[in-house]
């Protein structure tokens, strides 16, 4: 199966915005609710933010008020738009999809991406 793809880390002092981005590409029968993980160094994975295909979106307590989420113009992308980065949002962050409409084969029940990095520093 198809991994959805990340772009758009890198490396920004504390105060400064990045927008990931993330495409699930190769899947136009199916429709995908999307979502946000981190994973920080001797950490275990956790939850940013999710956007359902009516753009209902959540967000962890931790990036609220700071993070934003939105779909894509092309089907089945999303972007997650950080705005006031701390140094304890570095993390590795991945795209994560979960079929919320089409058949199985073709359409993944769950996928994730390969990770972006975003490094935050002091």
């Known amino acids: 199966q198809v991994q959805p793809v990340e772009s758009g880390g890198g490396s920004v002092q504390a105060g400064g915005s990045l927008r990931l981005s993330c495409a699930a590409s190769g899947y136009t029968s199916c429709t995908f609710r999307m979502s946000w993980y981190r994973q920080a160094p001797g950490k275990e994975r956790e939850f940013v933010s999710e956007i359902d295909t009516g753009g209902t979106a959540t967000f962890a307590d931790s990036v609220k008020g700071r993070f934003t989420i939105s779909r894509g113009g092309a089907k089945n992308t999303v972007y997650l738009q950080m705005n006031s980065l701390k140094p304890e949002d570095t993390a590795i962050y991945y795209c994560?999809?979960?079929?919320?409409?089409?058949?199985?084969?073709?359409?993944?029940?769950?996928?994730w991406g390969q990770g972006t990095q975003v490094t935050v520093s002091s």
């Open positions: 994560k999809t979960d079929l919320h409409y089409g058949f199985t084969p073709p359409c993944p029940r769950t996928t």
